[in-house]
C-alpha cells in the first residue's frame, strides 16, 4: 500500500500558496477569485500529474509516490501583468 509522503504533501502546499502569491506581487490582475472545480477536470489532472512527476525525479527515495486522494482542487483565471509575455506572441 502506498504511503502518503510529507514532502509531496508540502509542494502541493507550496504550489497553492505561491499561487495565491501572484496577486500580492502585483505582476498579474485577478479576474475570477479561486472557485472549486471537479478533481476530473483535465487541468486539474494536469497540474497533479505534474507535480507528481517532478517530484519523483527530484526525490532521492527509492520509492516512487503517487497521489491516493485529492481533498479539494480550485482555480483562479488571472490576466498577465506588465511586462510578461503573452503565449500567443503579442
Not at 25 to 34: E, L, N, T
Request: hydrophobic share 40%.
Amino acid at each position: 500500500m502506498a504511503r502518503l509522503h510529507p514532502g509531496l504533501l508540502l509542494l502541493m502546499a507550496t504550489v497553492a500558496l505561491a499561487s495565491r502569491g501572484v496577486q500580492a506581487w502585483g505582476s498579474s490582475k485577478v479576474v475570477r477569485k479561486f472557485q472549486d472545480v471537479p478533481e476530473s477536470y483535465v487541468y486539474v489532472e494536469q497540474a497533479l500529474w505534474f507535480a507528481m512527476k517532478e517530484y519523483n525525479e527530484a526525490s532521492k527515495d527509492e520509492y516512487t509516490f503517487k497521489v491516493l486522494q485529492i481533498l479539494k482542487s480550485q482555480e483562479q483565471a488571472t490576466t498577465p501583468g506588465p511586462g510578461c509575455a503573452s503565449p500567443m506572441g503579442g
